[in-house]
Nanobody, 124 residues
Framework: QVQLVESGGGLVQPGGSLRLSCAAS????????MAWYRQAPGKERELVAS???????NYIDSVKGRFTISRDNAENTVYLQMISLKPEDTAVYYC??????????????????WGQGTQVTVSS
């Protein structure tokens, strides 16, 4: 069964840190790159960071130097370490597979599957 479960969000002051976790089913995690996305109120979901199966990473410019994506292949878990958080980082954060992984999941489930996400709120 394909499943994505995010955790670790919360309320943090500007400049603070959070570490997000995402447990993914093995048949997805072992075959595809993984990524973190976020959706702020009134905005479209955006890709924040990605990591391929070899561990190569990419980030959007606004989080470079502040966010670090990593994966634990033994635990089928992907992480997002966030430091120096800003109010504009406030959003619901989701993890998912990369593009090909999401297409594979869609063939299994019949729709573009997303987990429940985890809320990150940066506010004083």
């Amino acid at each position: 069964q394909v499943q994505l479960v995010e955790s670790g969000g919360g309320l943090v002051q500007p400049g603070g840190s959070l570490r997000l976790s995402c447990a993914a089913s093995g048949r997805i995690f072992s075959r595809y790159g993984m990524a973190w996305y976020r959706q702020a109120p009134g905005k479209e979901r955006e890709l924040v960071a990605s990591i391929d199966i070899r561990g190569a990473t990419n980030y959007i410019d606004s989080v470079k130097g502040r966010f670090t994506i990593s994966r634990d292949n033994a635990e089928n878990t992907v992480y997002l370490q966030m430091i120096s958080l800003k109010p504009e980082d406030t959003a619901v954060y989701y993890c998912n597979a990369d593009y090909m992984g999401r297409r594979f999941i869609a063939t299994l489930k019949g729709f573009d599957y997303w987990g429940q996400g985890t809320q990150v709120t940066v506010s004083s």
